[in-house]
Nanobody, 124 residues
């Protein structure tokens, strides 16, 4: 499966961006998806995930209250709306396909396919 992430860019602190992740290729029975980010010199960090069946969202601490994950089933696309961005949100954002219910959303090892990443830069 191919995951195409887009929507990154340069934004001032307090601004907003919406990231998109479109899946294509191999067909899965479900598309639980997640977003991670990685800043230079830091480990990959869980941002948000969404359960394809229940539409339930899950958020990392850094995203709670500011980011919203959503999906479009018909387009097999997942979105990450990011509001009130801060300089510390600067990172490459990756979307990924989650392996399923037995796997914790928070860990990169719980995902099997990854997009190429999209850079988000927040200026102060």
């Amino acid at each position: 499966v191919q995951l195409q992430a887009s929507g990154g860019g340069l934004v001032q602190a307090g601004g907003s961006l919406r990231l998109s992740c479109a899946a294509s290729g191999r067909t899965f029975s479900r598309y639980d998806m997640g977003w991670f980010r990685q800043a230079p010199g830091k480990e990959r960090e869980f941002v948000a995930a969404i359960n394809w069946s229940s539409n339930s969202p899950y958020y990392g601490d850094s995203a709670k209250g500011r980011f919203t994950i959503s999906r479009d089933n018909a387009k097999i696309t997942v979105y990450l709306q990011m509001n009130n961005l801060k300089p510390e949100d600067t990172a490459v954002y990756f979307c990924a396909h989650h392996l399923g219910d037995s796997y914790n959303y928070n860990y990169p090892a719980s995902y099997d396919y990854w997009g190429q990443g999209t850079l988000v830069t927040v200026s102060s």
